[in-house]
Each structure stands twice: as structure tokens, then as C-alpha cells.
């Protein structure tokens, strides 16, 4: 199945679309998409899962270096995650740090 | 199935995820099932495969194989390096921690432990031999 990242920044919201299978092999990828995230500096960041079929803990571990690398002001929302993405994100207390959306919420993602 | 032999290296996760599913699905395990066995194989194929590198020690393939009973489904995975049972290692810490104060250490083998009915480590004849099981669906 294979993985695939793509991000864009649009008005200071970094968005990262996933698809395919997040495991150890793909999180550099990932990784690699965050760091460019990361040189433009958003006031938030929007990981659109609803094509992301699997994720192991070294996409959770991107999820991390993401936390640490942008800070305590840059909230991270989860958009559209499969439910046994979101169930993985759920049992290992990640739900507690991103703002979980079933949906893209403009209104709450782009707010000034 | 027949027991397939793959390279220890991070290319091979996908292999194993396919052949893992393929089991799960003779075994006529749900969906939500199938995806936790999947990611406990690959959670344990991943530390075998990058602990090894780390080391130096890498054992150059991993064994996978699948047993089908009647009430329980075991993929065992088998790999000829240093002795290495994910239950020796640590535990995550912090999971209700702030992500910017999380330890990275220990998710893999927690997700791997709780997302499988039964998992048991053996070190045999040389071999580090982790085995998954998950219950079958009760027969119609």
C-alpha cells in the first residue's frame, strides 16, 4: 500500500495530508514533511488522516518530535482519523495533546 | 500457510503486515482484530529489525509463520540474534504526560502487548521466537 505525505501552508496553518500505512519505514517521510511544516513557522497544524489506513508507534513518535519542535502555543488537530487510528491515538493518551475532528473545522482550525 | 522467511530490514514491514493480514483473514478475524495482530507483529518485527542495526548484531532475516487452530490464531516471528524479549524492556511512561514531556522509550511493545489476546516470548535454540495469538470467532 505504501505511504505518502504532502503539506501545504495556507494563512499560517501547516496542513499535512497522510495516506496509506504509517509504519517505522514511512516516518521519515512524515518526519520530513513536519520539518518543513516547522521552518514556516504555522500557529497550528493539521494532520488530515482520513485516507491514513494504519499507524504503528514510530508515526506516534513523529507526532511527538511535531509536539516538541513547535511548542506549546502551535495546537495540533487530527483530522478525520479511521477508528482504529483513532483508537491507537486513544490508547496511548495521545487524544489528551491533539484536538481530535471527526471533520475539517475551519472555523476552529483557521481562526485568527 | 507456508512459513516465509524475509530480510530484517524496514522494507520487509510491509511484507509481513500483507502476510499477517492474509492469516487474520483465513482466520476469519473482524477487521478491528486483524488491524491489532498486524500492528503487534510490526511493532515486535520493527525492534528486532532496528535493535539489531543499532547493535550491529542484526540477525540478516526474520522467520514468520502461521498456525491456524480451531479456536485461536499464532503467528510466531523468529529471528537468530541476541537474546531480545520485548517484555524485558520498559514500560511507557507518562502516557497522561504532556506530548512535550512524553519518554519516547516503550510504545511499540505496549501497543504490541495490549493489542493481542496472548503474546509469549521464547528463546530457543538460539532464537529469539515471539508468538501472537488471537481467539478465532466462536464456529457458526
Known amino acids: 500500500m505504501g505511504f505518502s505525505a504532502t503539506m501545504q501552508v495556507t494563512e499560517g496553518v501547516a496542513k499535512i495530508t497522510l495516506s496509506g500505512e504509517l509504519d517505522a519505514e514511512a516516518a521519515p517521510a512524515f518526519k520530513a514533511e513536519i520539518e518543513k511544516a516547522i521552518t514556516q513557522r504555522p500557529r497550528r497544524l493539521a494532520l488530515l488522516l482520513d485516507q491514513l489506513e494504519y499507524v504503528a508507534s514510530a508515526g506516534l513518535r513523529v507526532l511527538i518530535f511535531a509536539k516538541q519542535k513547535l511548542g506549546g502555543d502551535v495546537d495540533i488537530f487530527v483530522v478525520g482519523a479511521q477508528p482504529a487510528v483513532a483508537e491507537t491515538l486513544r490508547l496511548t493518551g495521545f487524544d489528551y495533546a491533539v484536538v481530535m475532528l471527526k471533520e475539517y473545522d475551519a472555523a476552529q482550525i483557521e481562526a485568527v | ?140
Open chain 2, 1 to 140: 500457510m507456508d512459513p516465509v522467511t524475509v530480510p530484517a530490514t524496514l522494507d520487509s514491514l510491509q511484507w509481513i503486515g500483507r502476510y499477517v493480514l492474509d492469516a487474520a483473514a483465513r482466520a476469519g478475524l473482524d477487521r478491528s482484530r486483524a488491524y491489532r495482530l498486524r500492528l503487534a507483529v510490526d511493532e515486535v518485527a520493527t525492534n528486532i529489525i532496528t535493535h539489531g542495526a543499532e547493535l550491529g548484531t542484526a540477525s540478516p532475516t526474520i522467520g514468520l509463520s502461521a498456525r491456524l487452530a480451531d479456536d485461536a490464531l499464532t503467528i510466531a516471528l523468529e529471528d537468530s540474534g541476541p537474546a531480545y524479549d520485548p517484555m524485558q524492556l520498559p514500560k511507557p511512561e507518562g502516557l497522561d504526560r504532556p506530548l512535550e514531556e512524553r519518554q519516547l522509550g516503550g510504545l511499540g511493545v505496549y501497543l504490541a502487548v495490549s493489542a493481542v489476546d496472548r503474546f509469549e516470548y521464547e528463546r530457543v535454540d538460539g532464537c529469539n521466537r515471539n508468538l501472537f495469538s488471537m481467539v478465532r470467532p466462536a464456529a457458526q
